[in-house]
């Protein structure tokens, strides 16, 4: 199942991710830091989504109340919902 995001407050315009029930298949990061995102895809694909949720919610990009991480947390619980 593949689920499309609309980020608030960070660089990245939309995030897409892909679940094989709860294991993240795949994250796709678009108009972000290509660097960072595609290492947060690779570190996160295999993983179950639950877990992800657990441990990137709440990170923060300097003074920022967010950053493309806890944005993917939400995002994969927007995913988990929609199934």
Same mark, same amino acid.
């Given at each position: ?20 029930? $709860?294991? +993240? %298949? ?7 830091? !290509?660097?960072? *995102? /595609?290492?947060?895809?690779? =570190? ?6 639950? $877990?992800? +949720? %657990? ?7 300097? !003074?920022?109340? *967010? /950053?493309?991480?806890?944005? =993917? ?11």
């Amino acid at each position: 199942m593949e689920f499309n995001y609309k980020p608030k407050g960070v660089c990245a315009r939309l995030i897409t991710v892909e679940l094989d029930g $709860e294991t +993240i %298949k795949k994250v796709t990061f678009i108009g972000a830091c !290509s660097g960072n *995102t /595609s290492g947060i895809s690779k =570190l996160v694909e295999g993983r179950n989504a639950k $877990e992800v +949720i %657990k441990t990137l919610r709440g990170t923060r990009c300097g !003074s920022s109340q *967010t /950053s493309c991480p806890d944005q =993917l947390s939400w995002a994969l619980e927007g995913a988990l919902n929609a199934e």
